[in-house]
């Protein structure tokens, strides 16, 4: 019965994308915005999610933990930080994401279940 948490929506990352795609005369110069830079951009606004709902979760008495599960043929970067992080233990690089990063962030709200960030399968 508890609400999850709204984050803050990145605003400044928004009028980003639409000043440059309506400040170039040229759209095929600009297409790709459309592309990569929206899916990591909404890949970051549910990552801000699971951030946000961690720590409220965490307030409330639960024992929230995020999992980070590394894409296959990832970098070294995301390797690094793959793994499993016990509330308030979470360093905020689990959080961030670089460029074709298709890696997934997993909550863990108490032992026993989990919630998938992409899918919103409970498990």
């Given at each position: ?9 990145n ?6 994308l639409?000043?440059?795609l309506?400040?170039?005369p ?12 929206i ?9 801000d ?8 979760h ?7 933990s ?8 990832c970098c070294?970067w ?15 690089e ?5 460029e074709r ?10 032992k026993g279940t ?10």
């Amino acid at each position: 019965s508890v609400k999850a948490v709204k984050p803050k929506l990145n605003k400044s990352r928004i009028d980003g994308l639409v000043n440059r795609l309506a400040e170039e005369p040229d759209f095929d110069k600009v297409s790709w915005l459309l592309g990569e830079p929206i899916v990591n951009f909404h890949q970051s606004i549910v990552d801000d999610a699971v951030k946000a709902n961690v720590a409220f979760h965490a307030e409330l008495g639960l024992e929230p933990s995020v999992h980070r599960v590394a894409s296959p043929g990832c970098c070294e970067w995301c390797n690094a930080i793959a793994g499993t992080y016990r509330y308030p233990r979470v360093p905020d690089e689990i959080y961030q994401r670089h460029e074709r990063c298709r890696c997934t962030v997993e909550y863990y709200p108490e032992k026993g279940t989990r919630q998938n960030v992409w899918t919103k399968e409970w498990s």
